[in-house]
Nanobody, 121 residues
Framework: QVQLVESGGGLVQPGGSLRLSCAAS????????MGWYRQAPEKQRELVAH???????KYADSVKGRFTISRDNAKNTWYLQMNSLTPEDTAVYYC???????????????WGQGTQVTVSS
């Protein structure tokens, strides 16, 4: 019913930039919160950034000032601009959304399949 598809991952050198995209499709009525998580090898999944419908943002301390989350409501798409990347940013990045479907009565969480970001020289 709902698909979240990430794109934009890849290999980048330290100090470089990448922009991730997440496109949501399906019978979506409204999206409450959209965000990005990441999971590095042998580490727990952690919140990177999220953006609410009211434009409130939250960032992990480790990415503040370097990453920016934004969205295009008309396209049900959101982005993660990542600058000044370091090897510590290497992880699989997952997009997520808390949304409600047409004809549904409750908001639910959905996840993308993940995209690999590798920061290495």
């Amino acid at each position: 019913q709902v698909q979240l598809v990430e794109s934009g991952g890849g290999l980048v050198q330290p100090g470089g930039s990448l922009r991730l995209s997440c496109a949501a499709s399906g019978s979506i009525f409204s999206i409450s919160t959209m965000g990005w998580y990441r999971q590095a090898p042998e580490k727990q999944r952690e919140l990177v950034a999220h953006l609410t419908r009211g434009d409130t943002t939250k960032y992990a301390d480790s990415v503040k000032g370097r990453f920016t989350i934004s969205r295009d409501n008309a396209k049900n798409t959101w982005y993660l601009q990542m600058n000044s990347l370091t090897p510590e940013d290497t992880a699989v990045y997952y997009c997520t959304a808390n949304l409600i479907l047409i004809k549904s009565s409750r908001y639910e969480d959905y996840w993308g399949q993940g995209t690999q970001v590798t920061v290495s020289s």
